[in-house]
């Protein structure tokens, strides 16, 4: 079955500068990758997600890049705010399985 | 939100007990997913059901016991648990499970077992 890694676990950064989570997947069928932000006391909601045809997606300060070869995406966030604050989530699905990271937990100090 | 709902949202139940703990979702998906969420395991998957059939039990335990009588339905029985089975119960739903779709949390059940 698939196997995803993400690194690092927490990330503390000071408001305005960049974070990056990376994450590595296992199965080379997997397809879809979402990432997922989970605010304190709230449910996972999906932020960004990329297919295995495309290899960069961006959406305003948030941005996913894909390596199929070396089978590891990772989430960009610029111009970080205290509401990005959370713990985010990457995922891996081959059609019929998704399996979820180990979460990083994002600090960011105003 | 309400695409997603869980009931009851906290729950404290005894070793010995017998609770059910239930997700319904309104978006007219097919696939419905249980993941324990815990300190160790953020996200952990339980099972899956994809039009009401099982596709999936990630190796738990069978004091867990899951019933999908709908595709809008999804049920967790528990009984005899252990104070370690506490964590946060998410269910979640999805439009299906061939291709990849994104998935839609409820906001979870807060499970203490003393």
């Known amino acids: 079955g698939e196997n995803v890694e993400q690194h690092p676990s927490t990330l503390s950064v000071q408001e305005g500068d960049s974070a990056v989570i990376k994450c590595t997947y296992s199965?080379?069928?997997?397809?879809?990758f979402p990432w997922y932000k989970q605010e304190l006391g709230k449910r996972p909601q999906l932020i960004i997600d990329?297919?295995?045809?495309?290899g960069e997606k961006k959406d305003q300060r948030i941005a996913v890049t894909l390596n199929k070869t070396a089978k590891h995406f990772s989430l960009h966030i610029t111009e970080t705010q205290p509401e990005d604050s959370a713990v985010y989530f990457c995922?891996?699905?081959?059609?019929?399985?998704?399996?979820f990271g180990a979460g990083t937990r994002l600090t960011v100090k105003p | 939100e309400t695409g997603v709902t869980q009931t009851p949202r906290h729950l404290v139940m005894g070793m010995t007990n017998k609770k059910s703990l239930k997700c319904e979702q309104h978006l007219g998906h097919n696939a419905m997913y249980w993941y324990k969420q815990s300190a160790k395991k953020p996200l952990e998957l339980m099972f899956v059901y994809n039009f009401k059939e099982q596709t999936e039990n990630n190796s738990v335990p069978s004091r867990f016991s899951p019933e999908c009588p709908n595709s809008s339905h999804l049920f967790l029985h528990l009984h005899t648990l252990q104070p370690e089975d506490s964590a946060l119960y998410l269910c979640?739903?999805?439009?299906?499970?061939?291709?990849?779709?994104?998935?839609?949390f409820g906001p979870g059940t807060r499970l203490t077992v003393t």
């Open positions: 995922a891996a699905h081959n059609n019929n399985d998704m399996r």
């Open positions: 979640a739903s999805s439009q299906d499970l061939a291709g990849a779709f994104e998935q839609y």
């Open positions: 990329i297919r295995s045809n495309v």
């Open positions: 199965d080379s069928a997997s397809n879809y």
